[in-house]
């Protein structure tokens, strides 16, 4: 394949990662009156800003048929940006994705991000509009919950953390922080 082939593939990649969960999901959240997780991320962030960590970030779920699912970013989107010229960590859990719930990889792309938000002194902005846990991951989606938890009680009286909950969050999506 050629340098150019793949520098196209890779926007096509990038463009179909960018779609969350397809057209009729994207369609089904418009019409229901909400924002997609980028949008939302859009909408906050200071134009241009926003630097995505993880695009391409696949779910780690073999059992249940999980093993033949896509699952975009595993349905969470992170990064970084600007509000007013000052930086912030972000992430938005993309219910257009398996209801937004939580996996393995869904929770490691958040607990990165918070990672990140503690080492540089920044603010943590989660968007949260998730089911839950993802039942089909079982222990891995909890533990996923206790990494982030944990990092709510390092950040905590250290950087600000804000929460925003846009849909009908569930379970761990709505305890943290």
């Known amino acids: 394949m050629s340098i150019l082939n793949k520098v196209l593939d890779f926007f096509k990649r990038r463009e179909d990662a960018s779609i969350g969960g397809g057209p009729k999901a994207v369609e089904k959240q418009l019409a229901s009156g909400k924002l997609t997780a980028r949008e939302r991320i ?15 970030v696949k779910h780690a779920g073999k059992d249940f048929g999980m093993d033949k699912k896509e ?9 970084t940006g600007m509000i007013s010229d000052h930086p912030v960590c972000i992430f938005a859990q993309d219910f257009t994705v398996a209801g937004g719930s939580l996996g393995l990889m869904h929770a490691r792309k958040i ?3 918070m990672n990140h938000a503690i080492k540089m002194g920044i603010p943590l902005i989660g968007i949260n509009d998730s089911g839950g846990a993802r039942i089909q991951e079982g222990v891995n989606s909890l533990a996923g919950y206790g990494e982030i938890f944990y990092r709510n009680t390092l950040a905590s009286g250290v950087i600000p953390q804000i929460s925003v909950i846009l849909g009908p969050c569930a379970g761990g999506a ?3 922080p």
Do not use: N, Q, R
Not at 71 to 79: E, H, N, Q, Y
């Open 42 to 56: 859009t909408a906050l962030l200071d134009p241009g800003t926003f630097h995505e960590y993880d695009l391409f």
């Open 71 to 79: 699952l975009p970013g595993d349905g969470v989107i992170t990064g």
């Open 111 to 113: 607990t990165k991000i």
């Open 174 to 176: 709505v305890y943290s």
